[in-house]
């Protein structure tokens, strides 16, 4: 597949992870994305396993999915590095992902010892360069890689890149120079908002965690509470401007309380939609040419 240089908005899919791959394709293209995710590895019992055997119906769907809306699959996830990973884990994704033509990786940091974290890396980097994948580091806040300053310099010596997730922005506490100083490193911002603190969300997150049988608070916010852009507190428009010549927007915001009661296409477009405007509301007319676009004709289609 090739891959498109177009700037068009993504969509990660944590936004629909209840969906099968192949009916999450067609309705990302129906909401007017341009761009997705796919979650090759499953991080929750909940995920849709992705089918890996590529003779196989499923995997021939989501192939015919990807050709029938012409969608961009700008990243797969997730390989979670710990310290029994080998190649033999990470090569069958990155095989994968070149087949569907993702041009990034998205790696997470389980390995208590980053120093030997950051060797993997390097080696993993190697091995993602002749799929021509990159790596992205993605420091999370309950995770131990989960500081923005250490992401940038294991990703600088390895050769890899760092994605800027907003919601892990916020509860790693990161500074915003670290990302406005290496804005070559960040080719993805996975766009969302949220409260400054976790207790923001008041007693709003006990019964989600609750229902999903959740002990941590921010992996139930990560997962199920994340807001709309211009709902919260994040540094959006700052982050924005620091990255918008170098980073692809991809939309992630599962949220179950926007969600209730919306079939999961509806709640794409919806998605699509609100985000797009929150973009336009906060950029000046002179970048608007950087903003990432969604496809009005198909969305119009199908409202």
Known sequence: MEKSKAK????????????????????????????????LEAVSVTDVPFPRDRGSKDFRGIVSALAETGLEVLDVEVLSIRPDTTREEWLPLLELGAELGASYLNVVGDHPDLTAFADIVAALTVDAEIFQIQPVLEPVGFRPLNNFDTAVQIARAAGCGVELDVLHYMRTEADFSTIADNPDLFPILQLCDAPTELSGHGERLIPVARSRKMVDLMIAEARDLRLLPGHGNAPIGELLAALQRTARISVEIPNTELRAGRPAP????????????????ITGSERAKDLPTINRKEQNRVE
Do not use: C, K
């Open 8 to 39: 068009a908005l993504g969509v990660a899919p944590l936004s629909a992870i209840d969906l099968p791959h192949a009916e999450y394709v067609r309705a990302a293209h129906a909401a007017g994305f341009g761009a997705i995710g796919l979650r």
């Open 266 to 281: 509806e709640y794409l477009r919806m998605l699509a939609s609100e985000t797009t405007a929150y973009l336009g509301s």
